[in-house]
T-cell receptor, first 112, second 115 residues
Framework: GENVEQHPSTLSVQEGDSAVIKCTYS??????FPWYKQELGKRPQLIID?????GEKKDQRIAVTLNKTAKHFSLHITETQPEDSAVYFC???????????FGPGTSLSVIP | DAGVIQSPRHEVTEMGQEVTLRCKPI?????LFWYRQTMMRGLELLIY????????DSGMPEDRFSAKMPNASFSTLKIQPSEPRDSAVYFC?????????????FGEGSRLTVL
């Protein structure tokens, strides 16, 4: 089955700096890669996703890149703000609605 | 829509007791997922349903866990008997389940403590 790894497990950045979180997956059949943000005590919520026919996707300060050959994908947050502090999960799925397997999460702290 | 609704929000029980967690997915969504979240193991997929049919239950830890989806608007996750190691936050999530619409909509979770 699919296995998703994520690094780093914790990340601290100064406000205004960029943050990068990297993930790898094992199943070459996976073709849908969402990212979820979970604030303390809250539910995970989708922030961006990418499909295997796209190499990069941007949404304001957030961007995701995908390298299918290497089976890895990354989340980039620019101009970080304190409200970006949360746990970020990458995930992989064979289809858009098949089982979604999550990475272990990255705890991001943005220091004002 | 009110979103995915889970109950109870908090449950404290003693080892050996039966626990039933409930979930009402978003109306019209075709897929329903149960996840367990702990510090040690992160978000683990326990089981998921498509059109009320269980598709993959390989994540269910053992026979003490069972899940049902008798209709499109209701699902339960049952633990019998419960053990302290079952303490976790259990999330239910639903998805439209059609190509190009892969977002999981999570409920607020049920925090289970087994003493």
């Amino acid at each position: 089955g699919e296995n998703v790894e994520q690094h780093p497990s914790t990340l601290s950045v100064q406000e205004g700096d960029s943050a990068v979180i990297k993930c790898t997956y094992s199943d070459s059949a996976s073709n849908y890669f969402p990212w979820y943000k979970q604030e303390l005590g809250k539910r995970p919520q989708l922030i961006i996703d990418i499909r295997s026919n796209v190499g990069e996707k941007k949404d304001q300060r957030i961007a995701v890149t995908l390298n299918k050959t290497a089976k890895h994908f990354s989340l980039h947050i620019t101009e970080t703000q304190p409200e970006d502090s949360a746990v970020y999960f990458c995930a992989a799925s064979e289809t858009s609605y098949d089982k979604v397997i999550f990475g272990p999460g990255t705890s991001l702290s943005v220091i004002p | 829509d009110a979103g995915v609704i889970q109950s109870p929000r908090h449950e404290v029980t003693e080892m050996g007791q039966e626990v039933t967690l409930r979930c009402k997915p978003i109306s019209g969504h075709n897929s329903l997922f149960w996840y367990r979240q702990t510090m040690m193991r992160g978000l683990e997929l326990l089981i998921y349903f498509n059109n009320n049919v269980p598709i993959d239950d390989s994540g269910m830890p053992e026979d003490r866990f069972s899940a049902k989806m008798p209709n499109a608007s209701f699902s339960t996750l049952k633990i019998q008997p419960s053990e302290p190691r079952d303490s976790a936050v259990y999330f239910c999530a639903s998805s439209p389940g059609t190509s190009g619409e892969g977002e999981l909509f999570f409920g607020e979770g049920s925090r289970l403590t087994v003493l």
